[in-house]
């Protein structure tokens, strides 16, 4: 016999009544009223408010325009929602969303779909399409995994779709449901230890009890927990809380897409709707930063998140900020051997070194690059390294020089280098001056 163990998707259900509101192309096209816009402001007309609808504050709460300003994502990155199905068909989501024959339990009416395309409207509704809303991420593929029927779903085919996300290279998972009981279930232990291990991000909803308390699957070893926020960045009185969460995110009163008639916007609110944002933002984070694998990106967004005092019962979190996710470099710390040899320290990652070379001429340093997740290493006859995604931006190893290279440095911005003789010469490479 199957197991099941029933879960709640994570709505407030009191707030979560949904009025839809239709909007054709042409509509929208006049809604606007401003002449000039930032390059990382998208035309589409509920951004700025559509009636009855205020704008969407979330999107200034986490500095998403910013963020927009230095990438909009790109359809490398794969954010896979397993949840109650997306409805593919509203045009806000037109080629945006993969499904794979198998994997979850396959399409339903677009009536059953309200939770999980809420959810892929936060997460990626097409900008700059003159329809409805914008979700964070505007380049990354949805790829959606039906494993609940409504509000409820069994242990086996959730464990199931995690699974199937993970094998169809889901570089992020978006779980907004919590199980019952105060233990995770060892199958969907499992399943999450087998995502992980695949390399996705499994990203997941607190809850919405109100109490303190940890809730599955979001306190599951690895996973990234998310709570939600109201409008004064205080948390929401629904939102499971507790020192387990590793991220608050808003999550009351959010503007995303309808699953009814064609061009549906909704407003809603829950942790449901704090997770997938923060699932925008890893993807956004994937796509800045390539060669970040999950853990990576997850320490990214949690290291450069906001320190924030509740106003209303003094508990300090961290709130998301996809802005400075993208602006701070990732801390890397290295040490390097005459032989070649790298070391790499606290949350660093070791791309390679040399200390299997034929050459006789030590290494005399390192440095690292932008991203910090590669970096260069010299040698004291001006040959230069690169490893990880360092770009080759030249050497000295073709030029006779006077005196050996004994040091190096990386340039503020990590797209570029000096190489710096004994006898004070100095070599510069990438936008090094």
């Known amino acids: 016999m199957r197991q099941k163990t029933i879960l709640a998707i994570l709505v407030a259900s009191i707030t979560f009544g949904f009025s839809p509101l239709t909007l054709s192309a042409s509509e929208s096209a006049v809604a606007r009223t401003d002449d ?38 790109t359809k490398d990155v794969t954010v896979a929602i397993v949840d109650t199905g997306v409805h593919d068909q509203h045009p806000d989501l037109t080629g945006r969303v993969r499904r794979v024959p198998g994997c979850g339990l396959g399409p339903t009416n677009s009536a059953d779909t309200s939770h999980g395309t809420f959810i892929a409207g936060l997460i990626g509704a097409i900008a700059n399409n003159s329809i409805s809303t914008t979700g964070l991420d505007w380049g990354a593929e949805i790829l959606d995994v039906r494993v609940l029927n409504g509000g409820n779903g069994s242990t086996h085919d959730i464990a199931a779709g995690i699974k199937c996300a993970a094998a169809n290279n889901a570089d992020i998972i978006s779980l907004s449901f919590v199980q019952k009981g105060s233990q995770l279930s060892p199958i969907l232990q499992a399943a999450i230890n087998e995502a992980q291990a695949a390399g996705s991000l499994v990203v997941a909803a607190a809850g919405n009890d109100g109490y303190e308390r940890q809730r599955f ?5 690895g996973v990234l927990s998310v709570g939600a926020l109201n409008e004064a960045l205080d948390m ?4 499971t809380r507790g020192n387990w969460i590793d991220l608050m995110a808003p999550g009351d009163n959010m503007l995303s897409l309808g699953a009814g008639s064609s061009n549906a916007v909704r407003r809603g609110s829950g942790s449901s709707f704090a997770a997938p944002l923060v699932a925008a933002a890893a993807s956004l984070v994937k796509a800045h930063f390539p060669y970040f694998e999950a853990v990576q990106i997850s320490s990214q967004l949690v290291r450069t998140a906001r320190v924030h005092t509740d106003q209303g019962n003094g508990t300090t979190y961290r709130i998301l900020s996809i802005e400075q996710a993208l602006k701070q470099p990732y801390r890397s710390h290295w040490q390097v051997t005459k032989a070649g040899q790298v070391v790499a320290l606290g949350e660093s990652k070791h791309f390679g070194d040399l200390a299997n070379g034929s050459s006789q001429r030590d290494v005399v340093a390192i440095a690292a690059n932008r991203t910090g997740l590669g970096y260069w290493l010299a040698r004291s006859d001006g040959e230069v390294s690169a490893f990880g995604d360092a770009a080759n931006l030249g050497d000295l190893k073709e030029i006779d020089l006077n005196r050996p290279i004994v040091d190096m440095a990386s340039t503020p911005s990590g797209n570029g280098y000096w190489l710096v003789a004994s006898d004070g010469g100095i070599f510069s490479f990438g936008d090094a001056q």
């Open 236 to 239: 929401a009185s629904f939102s």
């Open 36 to 73: 000039f816009r930032s390059v990382s402001s998208p035309n589409d007309p509920c951004f700025d408010g559509c009636a009855p609808y205020a704008a969407p504050w979330y999107f200034e709460a986490i500095g998403a325009e910013a963020a927009w300003e230095i990438t909009t994502g």
């Open 217 to 221: 699957p979001a306190a599951a070893e």
